[in-house]
């Protein structure tokens, strides 16, 4: 006769197996199992099943978590790669789509078209310099936008930007506008009612848009590859990884730059605690001067320029 204590631990190992293939989880699962049987001696055992079941699952298909995303069209990134993509860089990755930029000063009808044409969440905004060179100055965001767009209060009858007093520009508008709500989609444009008096007016964009979002040369790897062949020189790139480290959601790829106003090292990044509590100073430079004035007056006098020469964050 079977004893009993063998169906209970034939019923354990099977529900861990059952939730190891479908939710492809080991190491989280086998805790769990542990902790909830209060036995060290089935480790093992669980340890096994677990992996078993996992390298069958895998053998088939995704997990139970990577498919329902692929069904409901979640873009979501795996952790590996593929191996075509190793070689490619981020301008193929852009193909050849068109970009929709905003200028810095455009027209309301410019922006209601630009929202109704295409579906995308984010838009460079440019402006143009005194010598007529193109500048990024920033993205802004499709929920921004059409938070510009139903309050009016924005609206100038001018296309010049708004700020060329020199003066801050007044809030008019409360931080919780620009968050959308958890239950909700949000607004669309096509809930935006406006006239043709409205439509006509402009809109300044810079003080509503993200003055540093992420840019990559147009030259950068698309993956970290741990393989590059020696007469290739393509750079370790990270343009995949910053997608899935840092949850990035638009990447701006700009022409390599030939011009380097700088170089930032990690003893740069560190603070140090000043006397004063309002002045807060970057390290490196603060020990920098520390060598000068240590080494003024010698015949070697001269020391290296700090790498942020003069950045203090007040």
């Known amino acids: 006769m079977v004893p009993a204590s063998l169906f209970t631990l034939y019923a354990l190992l099977g529900a861990a197996s059952f939730l190891g293939g479908s939710m492809r989880m080991t190491v989280?699962?086998?805790?769990?199992?542990?902790?909830?049987?209060?036995?060290?001696?089935?480790?093992?055992?669980?340890?096994?099943v677990l992996?078993?079941?996992?390298?069958v699952g895998d053998a088939f298909n995704e997990g139970l978590y990577e498919e329902q995303a692929r069904l409901r069209g979640i873009p979501l990134l795996e952790s590996r790669p593929k191996y075509e993509m190793r070689k490619m860089q981020a301008k193929e990755a852009?193909?050849?789509?068109?970009?929709?930029?905003?200028?810095r000063v455009i027209k309301v009808a410019d922006v209601v078209s630009s929202l109704k044409s295409n579906n995308h969440n984010g838009f460079p905004v440019i402006d143009h310099t005194r010598s007529g060179e193109t500048l990024v100055i920033?993205?802004?965001?499709?929920?921004?936008?059409?938070?510009?767009l139903q309050s009016k209060v924005d609206f100038q009858h001018s296309p010049l930007p708004c700020d060329t007093g020199g003066g801050s520009l007044p809030i008019r508008h409360n931080f919780s506008e620009f968050v959308k709500p958890a239950s909700s989609k949000g607004i669309s444009i096509h809930d935006i009612h406006l006239g043709p008096d409205d439509l006509e007016m402009y809109i300044d964009l810079a003080p509503f848009v993200n003055r540093s979002p992420y840019i990559v040369p147009e030259d950068m790897s698309l993956t970290k590859g741990l393989y590059v062949p020696s007469e290739e020189m393509i750079p370790f790139a990270q343009v995949y990884n910053l997608f899935r480290q840092l949850g990035l959601r638009h990447i701006f790829v700009v022409p390599r730059a030939s011009r380097v106003i700088g170089m930032i090292t990690r003893k740069d990044l560190l603070?140090?605690?000043?006397?004063?509590?309002?002045?807060?100073?970057?390290?490196?430079?603060?020990?920098?001067?520390?060598?000068?004035?240590?080494?003024?007056?010698?015949?070697?006098?001269?020391?290296?320029?700090?790498?942020?020469?003069?950045?203090?964050?007040?």
């Open 271 to 314: 603070i140090e605690e000043t006397e004063d509590p309002a002045t807060v100073e970057l390290q490196s430079t603060s020990v920098r001067d520390r060598l000068h004035n240590r080494r003024h007056g010698t015949r070697n006098g001269e020391v290296e320029t700090p790498l942020l020469n003069g950045l203090l964050a007040q």
């Open 138 to 148: 920033g993205l802004v965001l499709r929920s921004h936008l059409l938070v510009l």
């Open 94 to 103: 852009c193909g050849n789509q068109k970009v929709v930029y905003f200028p």
């Open 28 to 48: 989280s699962l086998c805790v769990i199992m542990v902790e909830i049987t209060n036995n060290l001696k089935l480790l093992p055992l669980i340890m096994l």
């Open 51 to 55: 992996l078993i079941s996992k390298a």
